[in-house]
Each structure stands twice: as C-alpha cells, then as structure tokens.
C-alpha cells in the first residue's frame, strides 16, 4: 500500500489497451500541475505503456505497484 | 512522436481495429495522425460501410464474441463509434484516396462527415506520410 496521497483517482480495470492510455491522456487534461493522479489497471500493457508515457509526456510517475493482476501507478503532473 | 501517417487498405472488422486502436493511442497524446484509406477499406469512411464491417473468412463465425471483447475492452463495438471517438481527440485525420473512392462508391454524398475529403494519393504520399515522422501500412 503506497503512502502517496493521490488528488484523483482513474480505474481502467477491464480494460485494454489502447483504452488505460487513450484515458490517461484524459485525465491528466483535467488536473493541474503538481497534482497527483492514481491509475488502477489490469492491462498488462500498462507496465511498459505508463511508465514510456510519462517519459514521452514529462510526467513524473512516482511510484507504481502490482499485485492479484492489478496494477497502480501514481502519476504526478508536470 | 509529433505525426504519424497510416494508409489502411484491409478492410473487415478485425483488420480494421489494429490501425484503429494505434491511431486513438496517438490522437489522444497530442500526436497528428493522418490515415489513408484505400481499396476495400474506403467504404469504411461511409456510414452504411463501417456499420457493415464483418470479421470475414475462417474467423467470421467468431464476428460477435470478438466484438463483446471489443466493448470489454473498453472501445466502442461499432466501427463508426471508434471513428467519431478518434475524431473527437481533435488531432486525427481521415482521407479517402480519390481512386479507391470512384472504385467503391464512396463521395461526398455518402463520405461521412468525420472525414476530412476525397484526396488523391499523390497529395497523401508527399504532404502527409514523406512529411510524418512514422508511417504504417495495414
């Protein structure tokens, strides 16, 4: 369990990509700089596709988890 | 990625999905995607041809469970649902090669109005995919 409070939160669970991206670019539309969004998936997909998206896009992914075939990712905006 | 061009000439449910999928990936990050549509696939940019795409040849009798997965997924199960989606990320463009049009029956008439025209391909293969900074054949 992360110590990372997060601001907002996007569940993905169930679904597959391109949809945890396509979502993710969303939501991070929608929160401001310095805030922290948390992403739940189950795609494993996300393991490669979150982490190069921060990188592409200058987010700061903070820290991510897995366990039980669910991921978490906090994802902190630029 | 900044842009990106596909040409999509297999038409069918599932052939479609893939440049689809790939294309809503990168509209919704911002990148410019430009999509090509020749042949068969052009009936795809007329509302009657995308709602009648099919999962053809030895998967067609799999046609409705692949779209419940589809729609599991998360994307729209229609193929005109995932265009208007792609559209609304404001950064994808759809084009229907002018040949493949007059072949198939597709003009402005019947175009739907998410597609940005009828173009000729040459105006396609150099302002577009020589100008992109990736560019996918399906």
């Given at each position: 369990?992360?110590?990372?409070?997060?601001?907002?939160?996007?569940?993905?669970?169930?679904?597959?990509?391109?949809?945890?991206?396509?979502?993710?670019?969303?939501?991070?539309?929608?929160?401001?700089?310095?805030?922290?969004?948390?992403?739940?998936?189950?795609?494993?997909?996300?393991?490669?596709?979150?982490?190069?998206?921060?990188?592409?896009?200058?987010?700061?992914?903070?820290?991510?988890?897995?366990?039980?075939?669910?991921?978490?990712f906090y994802v902190k905006k630029s | 990625m900044k842009s990106l061009a596909i040409v999509v000439r297999e038409d069918g449910y599932d052939k479609l999905l893939t440049p689809l999928a790939f294309a809503y990936l990168q509209g919704a990050e911002g990148t410019q995607v430009d999509l090509l549509f020749v042949n068969w696939a052009v009936k795809a940019l007329t509302e009657e041809g995308a709602k009648g795409q099919v999962i053809q040849g030895s998967?067609?009798?799999?046609?409705?469970?692949?779209?419940?997965?589809?729609?599991?997924?998360?994307?729209?199960?229609?193929?005109?649902?995932?265009?208007?989606?792609?559209?609304?990320?404001?950064?994808?463009?759809?084009?229907?090669?002018?040949?493949?049009?007059?072949?198939?029956?597709?003009?402005?008439?019947?175009?739907?109005?998410e597609a940005s025209g009828i173009v000729g391909a040459s105006w396609f293969l150099n302002e577009k995919a020589s100008q992109a900074e990736h560019c996918q054949y399906f």
């Open positions: 369990m992360s110590d990372i409070k997060a601001d907002s939160k996007l569940d993905t669970s169930g679904k597959c990509c391109p949809m945890p991206i396509v979502d993710l670019n969303m939501a991070m539309k929608k929160i401001n700089s310095g805030e922290v969004l948390e992403v739940i998936a189950t795609d494993p997909g996300t393991l490669t596709d979150i982490p190069s998206w921060c990188q592409r896009t200058g987010h700061t992914l903070m820290e991510s988890e897995q366990g039980d075939g669910v991921m978490q | 998967h067609a009798d799999q046609d409705g469970w692949v779209r419940q997965q589809v729609e599991k997924a998360g994307l729209p199960p229609d193929i005109y649902d995932v265009i208007q989606a792609l559209k609304s990320t404001g950064n994808v463009n759809f084009y229907a090669c002018s040949l493949a049009a007059s072949i198939f029956g597709v003009n402005e008439d019947n175009l739907v109005p």
